[in-house]
C-alpha cells in the first residue's frame, strides 16, 4: 500500500509539472505497465482527481487545480479561524 501511495505522489507530481509525456512514455519512466498506470489514474479520479490527458502537450494535466494529501497529522495542529 504505501509503494501505491508513493506511486501516486510521484504521478501527482509529474502531472502538475505537465511532464508525463505519453501514457506508454509515462508507464516506462515509472516502471510500471500501461495497464497499471491506467489502474492508478482511475484510482486517482475515484479519489476525485480531475485527471485528463491534454493532446497538445502530450502530458496528463489536471483539468482544474487540486492538492492532494497522504497521511496522518495532528488534530491540534490544524489552524482554526
Do not use: H, W
Request: charged residues 25%; positive net charge.
Amino acid at each position: 500500500m504505501i509503494k501505491n501511495i508513493e506511486l501516486i505522489k510521484r504521478i501527482d507530481r509529474l502531472i502538475r509539472m505537465k511532464a508525463t509525456g505519453t501514457p506508454e512514455d509515462f508507464a516506462s519512466y515509472l516502471g510500471i505497465s500501461k495497464n497499471t498506470l491506467y489502474r492508478i489514474i482511475k484510482t486517482m479520479k475515484l479519489l476525485n482527481a480531475p485527471v485528463l490527458y491534454d493532446y497538445s502537450l502530450q502530458s496528463y494535466v489536471y483539468e482544474k487545480e487540486v492538492g492532494c494529501i497522504f497521511g496522518f497529522f495532528s488534530k491540534t495542529s490544524i489552524i482554526k479561524p
